[in-house]
């Protein structure tokens, strides 16, 4: 194995991941905030804030793909004499005695020492509080008194992440600032349709202050070294127009020993219309006065980190493993389960590889994230269900994605991925299987956000999957429409012109014949799925006839959807195989062998078996399973996006995190729980983290959406981290193919698939007012479940019944 560069390392006692070199191969972020405001943090304090929409509502400015990388963020310039240094190492980058960044769970802590001075500055947003809280500790370790200058730094965002890139002949005349005390408020356009404004807050008195960028940096200069922190001297500058920022200038004096705390605050403020204004011009400050006066002292500060931190202790106690294998146990019981809330969070919106102007909520995406986060905080989930159904047409189909702050379908990108319909069945039975709660399938949902049209949920689910089957294809396999979950299988395409988007380009859909068997396979999935549903609530007839409707997917699979070794990917427009032994490149594709053996089709002729096999031998490689072999080597103008990839990136034969674990689930359901293991720990960030830093580039705590495949040019470098449905896959997959844990309408099944190396191991499970201490003994066996015990008593099945209270659970396998 290669040794490589290590940057970092787990402290898993504090749930932390702990940064030593700032200089890591790709800034490694962090997420503060949890419902309404949210900043993006990286591990030299680089990144933005935004409020519940990075495109509609930024605070703060931020430059994608930025020479030096990952240039601005919230920044402090510790000056003593000719020497100025950060304490995040950027943007000053002089060189430190000491570096820390620690990313925990909604904080991050960034600590350097130069000279004897230490400089910690705990950045969090606090539960419920539209502000990020940065509070800076100034600590003198020397022998001597020490007379230091401390700026701050934010640059304001015009609030519209997208103009403010492109429109600046009006930009640059827009910006309005007020100062009053330690505060400096953001307000531009307040004084027309905006309601909002954004201040930046330290709770001491101040010796100075700059609000113009040009004046504080220097049209010639650079983060790294502003005019004004190269001379030791504040302008005082008052913004009009050009580019507002926020810096404060202090003074302090520490004596040997001393230690002091600054707190900075970064808050955003909504005002009613008739309350906009306290005098001609002068915005009404009364709300942020009462948010600055919540964090005015260090006491405050810590009392709101403290529940922050309870607030995950509590999460994070919903789901406890214990198998005595750390990289496993930190996986599932830390970072996993807080990937899922960030997901959650920003489906695919904002992250360092989304500029949070290009997507908003996704359908399918937003199904699959609350899969990993309803044990969490059902009732969130519960609310996006509903937005998510709201978004719908009354045909089923639906807007691919919405934006958050409106929760209004985007038209851009308009609807017709003709597998989005089915994910929210699976997004609305995972909700109603952890909570019991079926009262969501009457809730009254609009179509398209119309009223008077709305139906009960019920209605919704219904409908999602009749539009797959008024939607078949000549062989009665699913008709793809513009894409399924391949985003890049764009089978009506047929573009040459470089300005189009494969997505919404659609030029011959009319007498399509492209069909999909991942859908089918997500067909009979999510459909067996509705049956039992149907038989839950009593609906009977209605579970036959989508009944049917499964089993007639099923030999239509069988039939026209098998190709000797593995399951076929599509038809093409023409009618021609994709995904075929036969073909010239792409013989093989991920996303069906995944849907089709978790769907479990064709087990009894040996199918499913086969194509796990297949998997194996064409698609594993060192790093995951790539998506499919061979990649393209050219651009298929039937196929669109996906030949588009060089080999062996993205959708091109990338290993698409993502996909891996639908594999990994059809091994658990075959009951190969070595295969499933094996292929799970390739993809299992602290597997990665202790071999390959510097290969895989980015974040070594979390899932990142795509890793690059056998057939890249190098072979195990990671992209586009934190923001993708992998994150709610792999805990699917190891909380309920795994370790075998699964919420189902009556109780819990227990049922797990392991490596026949695994020993013994508890799981400790809140399930609605129940919480249960399950131990679990292998014995060496991958798959079966031979004895329950609950509570002492042995139990007639796979399911532990659902009962309030406490309960113990032996498992012998
Ligand atoms: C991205 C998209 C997701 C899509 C996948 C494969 O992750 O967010 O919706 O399914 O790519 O194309
Ligand atoms: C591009 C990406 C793909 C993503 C899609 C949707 O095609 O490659 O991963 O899902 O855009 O915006």
């Known amino acids: 194995m290669e040794q490589q560069k290590r940057y970092g390392h787990f402290d898993d006692a504090h749930r932390e991941y702990v940064i030593t070199d700032p200089k890591t191969p790709w800034p490694w972020i962090n997420y503060l905030g949890n419902e309404d405001f949210f900043s993006l943090i990286s591990n030299t304090a680089g990144g933005y804030s935004f409020y519940k929409d990075a495109k509609f509502r930024r605070i703060t400015r931020y430059r994608y793909n930025n020479v030096p990388m990952d240039n601005g963020g919230r920044y402090f310039y510790i000056k003593e004499g000719d020497t100025a240094w950060s304490p995040g190492w950027k ?35 606090p539960l419920k509080t539209w502000a990020e809280v940065q509070k800076l500790t100034l600590t003198n370790q020397s022998q001597e008194v020490k007379t230091l200058k401390l700026f701050s730094f934010e640059e304001w965002c015009l609030w519209n992440a997208a103009t403010d890139m492109e429109n600046f002949q009006r930009n640059f005349s827009t ?65 009009h127009g050009w580019s507002p920022i926020a810096s404060h200038y202090i003074e302090v004096t520490l004596q040997t020993g001393e230690s002091r705390d600054f707190v900075f605050l970064l808050g955003y403020v909504e005002n009613e219309q008739d309350k906009k204004f306290s005098a001609p011009k002068v915005i009404n400050k009364e709300k942020a006065h009462a948010l600055i006066a919540r964090f005015d002292t260090t006491d405050k500060v810590d009392k709101a980190f403290a529940e922050l931190n309870a607030y995950w202790d509590a999460l994070l106690n919903i789901y406890k493993v214990k198998t005595g294998n750390p990289k496993l146990d930190r996986m599932v019981n830390i970072w996993n389960q807080y990937q899922c809330m960030v997901t959650f969070n920003f489906s695919r919106s904002a992250s360092f590889f989304e500029s949070g102007i290009g997507r908003g909520m996704g359908f399918r995406d937003s199904n699959q994230d609350l899969v990993g986060f309803v044990h969490q905080i059902p009732s969130r989930a519960r609310q996006r269900i509903i937005d998510i159904a709201s978004t719908q047409f009354p045909d089923g189909g639906c807007y691919h994605q919405y934006q958050p702050l409106t929760k209004r379908g985007n038209n851009d990108i308009g609807g017709g991925f003709n597998d989005d ?170 996303e069906s062998q995944g849907w089709c053996t978790m769907a479990e089709i064709g087990a009894d002729e040996g199918m499913v078996a086969k194509s796990l096999d297949s998997c194996k031998k064409y698609l594993e490689c060192e790093h995951g399973m790539v998506l499919n072999n061979p990649a393209f080597t050219k651009y298929i103008y039937e196929y669109g996006e996906i030949s588009s990839y060089p080999e062996g990136y993205k959708e091109n034969a990338g290993i698409f995190c993502h996909n891996n674990p639908w594999v990994i689930i059809g091994e ?79 109780g819990i099944r227990i049922d797990p698939c392991l490596p026949e190396t695994a020993g013994d191991y508890t799981v400790s499970r809140k399930f609605r007012d129940a919480e249960y201490d399950i131990t679990i003994r292998p014995n060496g066996s991958q798959k079966g479940v031979k004895q329950i015990v609950l509570d002492g008593s042995p139990v007639e099945g796979d399911v532990i019944p659902y009962a309030a209270g406490k309960h113990t659970v032996e498992v012998t396998m």
């Open 91 to 125: 943007p000053c980058k002089t060189p430190l005695d000491f570096y820390e960044c620690r990313h925990g769970m909604g904080y991050t802590r960034i600590t350097g020492r130069k000279n004897q001075v230490e400089a910690s500055v705990l950045f969090f947003v």
């Open 668 to 746: 658990c359901m075959a009951g190969r729980g070595n295969d499933a293991w094996s292929h799970y720990a390739k993809i299992l960030p602290s597997y990665v983290e202790e071999k390959y830093q510097t290969l895989h580039k980015v974040e070594p705590y979390v899932n990142c959406q795509m890793v690059a495949g056998k057939d890249a040019f190098r072979p195990g470098e990671g992209k586009n981290s934190w923001l993708t449905g992998t994150a709610a896959w792999m805990w699917y997959t190891v909380s309920e193919f795994i370790l075998g844990i699964k919420p189902d309408y009556d």
């Open 421 to 590: 319909p089915c994910w929210l069945i699976f997004g609305t039975v995972a909700y109603i299987k952890e909570t019991g709660d079926f009262t969501i399938l009457d809730e009254m949902v609009p179509f398209d956000n119309q009223p008077g049209s709305e139906v009960t949920l019920f209605e919704h689910l219904k409908v999602s999957l009749d539009h797959v089957i008024n939607n078949l294809g000549p062989h009665l396999l699913p008709l793809i429409g513009r894409a399924d979950w391949n985003d890049c299988l764009n089978l009506n395409c047929f573009s040459w012109d470089p300005n189009e988007s494969f997505q919404t380009t659609e030029n011959v859909s009319e007498g399509t014949k492209a069909e999909s068997l991942m859908i089918a396979g997500l067909f009979v999935v999510t459909g067996k799925e509705y049956v039992a549903l149907c038989n839950k609530i009593g609906k009977h007839e209605e579970g036959q006839r989508m009944q049917r409707a499964v089993d007639a997917m099923i030999e239509a699979v069988k039939k026209h959807g098998w190709d000797g070794e593995w399951y076929l990917r599509a038809y093409d427009f023409y009618g021609r195989k994709i995904g075929s032994n036969e073909c010239e490149e792409g013989k093989i594709f991920i």
């Open 175 to 239: 910006g309005e600032v007020e100062i009053e005390g330690s505060t400096i408020y953001h307000k531009t356009e307040y004084r027309e349709r905006r309601n909002h404004y954004a201040f930046y807050h330290v709770n001491t008195e101040i010796q100075g202050f700059d609000t113009d960028r040009e004046s504080f940096v220097g049209l010639y200069n650079e983060f790294s070294n502003p005019d004004a922190v190269v001379e030791g001297l504040p302008r005082n500058s008052h913004a």
